[in-house]
């Protein structure tokens, strides 16, 4: 057997339990999952193109191959809207009938919107810019290496430093009229943490209109229907889209009339971390330095904007409902976003909750790694989706961030903690946080990035 070659079941668990393997399954995985330039987010719950999936597998990818994470982002980004937005889906014309839902077909952007390619198809929603972050692990990882390496990713930067800067340009104009330094989103899928309590109160309030008629398909992927939103969430979720589409994707319209308006904290903090990379990126691309200023605006902005979303009571920051003008009150791993922008005056509330018994602390955890939601919250589920089970890829936001804030040590325990857990449960999309179980899909790209990513770390000095 080749080393990345996975035996049977091997997806689930792997067996041997020795983090050393982590890394050859972990890179098969992508390798696996692979299309031409771009790679799946799963064998088969997710067969499209997924915005901030290919930022997460670009940043794994640098470490394997600096060019193969080059091709991931400029796949993704010639997907790029007029706007500036970069779509959250791009849908995979090979994709196998009726295998995700809502599709192309169901979509139709290009014929609903000037602004969407039209090439392509691709949703009318985006996803968290981790992107720029993605980026600059290329740069820093093709530092490492001879002249050639470095003299393509110089290249690669020069290139894509204005996709970037629009794309950063869209969020902080379009997605922030009120200049608020927080991002609007109109959908939960844009959140990219789609069923978390988060959104309930606002999602509550949208009443479902008459909505074509519809198949889900992702229940046919996973092993029980608990694991993936209710129903009823669907129905809400497509509705949404309904409007969105009726609207053209016009922002302006959908701000004026779209039933679901909310202010994103953690979205708006991984954008805060991205303009702050997408600054190195634009020293090393030569920027003009008028952009360089705004991009710094950007970030003095968005620290604002966090700050305004403090809760003292929880000891978190919350999201906010502009439809309702009331703040979402949810104990979720998404109020610490604030330790993206290094938490000025918030470290010590921000860590003492992290280890209390709402977090961390809990006594009755598998592993000392992030519940998606709080298991103290009234509406936590340790199975489903992103109401409690523990995502690899929050676990590793949280570890760069601990490492940004200062936290080393805190950060490394989590980093070991992550990797013991993917070495005894395999690469699932997320885990019930009480027993280890693997949940979702097997093989989740992203789950494989970020092991790729901590992984390097052991290589460091
Ligand atoms: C809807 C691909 C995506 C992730 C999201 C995650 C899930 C889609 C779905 O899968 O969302 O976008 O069908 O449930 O919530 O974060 O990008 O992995």
């Known amino acids: 057997m080749k080393e990345e070659e996975v035996p ?48 997460f597998i670009a940043l794994g990818l640098a470490h394997v191959d600096n060019h193969r994470a080059t091709s991931e982002l400029e796949t993704l980004f010639a997907n790029q809207w007029a706007t500036g937005k970069v779509p959250h889906i791009v849908f995979n014309p090979e994709a196998p009938p009726r295998s995700y839902f809502p599709d192309a ?17 691709t949703s009318g929603l985006c996803q968290p810019p981790v992107h720029a972050l993605a980026v600059r692990r290329i740069w820093e990882t093709a530092r490492g290496r001879d002249e050639q390496h470095v003299a393509r990713a110089r290249r690669f930067l020069g290139d894509n430093y204005p996709r970037l800067y629009a794309w950063h340009r869209y969020l902080a104009s379009a997605r922030d009229p009120e200049g608020s330094g927080l991002v609007t989103i109109y959908h939960p899928w844009e959140s990219g943490t789609d069923n978390s309590p988060r959104w309930d109160a606002a999602l509550e309030a949208v009443v479902v209109g008459d909505l074509p008629p519809y198949e889900r398909q992702d229940l046919n992927h996973v092993d029980d229907p608990s694991e993936r939103p209710t129903d009823a969430e669907y129905a809400r979720y497509l509705w949404l889209i309904e409007l969105i589409k009726r609207a053209r994707c016009d922002e302006a319209t959908i701000y004026k009339q779209h039933p679901f308006l909310v202010k994103d904290a953690l979205f ?30 950007w970030i003095e902005r968005g620290r604002t904007g966090l700050e305004n979303s403090w809760s003292s009571e929880l000891g978190l920051c919350l999201d906010y409902d502009l439809r309702r003008d009331a703040l979402l009150r949810a104990r979720t791993v998404a109020g610490f976003a604030p330790l993206a922008a290094g938490a000025p005056g918030r470290l010590e509330s921000l860590l003492r909750t992290l280890y209390s018994p709402d977090f961390l602390g809990h006594p009755a955890l598998h592993r000392a790694l992030p519940p998606s939601t709080s298991p103290a919250e009234a509406r936590f589920h340790p199975r489903s989706y ?34 013991d857990q993917l ?11 009480f027993t280890g179980e693997p949940l979702g899909s097997d093989d989740q790209s992203w789950t494989a990035a970020v092991a790729l990513d901590w992984l390097a770390r052991d290589a460091e000095p």
């Open 8 to 55: 049977e079941g091997f997806s689930r668990r792997v067996r041997t339990g020795v983090p050393e393997r982590v890394n050859p399954l972990a890179a098969g995985v992508l390798r696996r999952n692979s299309i031409k330039s771009w790679t799946k987010p799963a064998p088969a719950l997710y067969p499209h193109q997924w915005s901030w999936d290919s930022a």
């Open 105 to 121: 077909e169901r979509w139709n952007s290009s014929a609903i919107s000037e602004d969407a390619p039209s090439g392509s198809h």
């Open 268 to 297: 708006s903090a991984i954008l805060v971390a991205a303009n702050e990379d997408l600054l190195e990126i634009a020293e090393v691309a030569g920027a003009p330095e008028d952009e360089r200023v705004e991009i710094s605006a």
């Open 386 to 419: 992103w109401r409690g089970p523990v995502w690899p890829v929050l676990s590793w936001l949280l570890w760069r961030w601990l490492a940004g804030a200062g936290e080393r040590a805190h950060a490394e325990v989590l980093r070991r903690t992550a990797l």
């Open 423 to 433: 070495s005894e449960g395999g690469f699932a999309e997320y885990f019930e946080p």
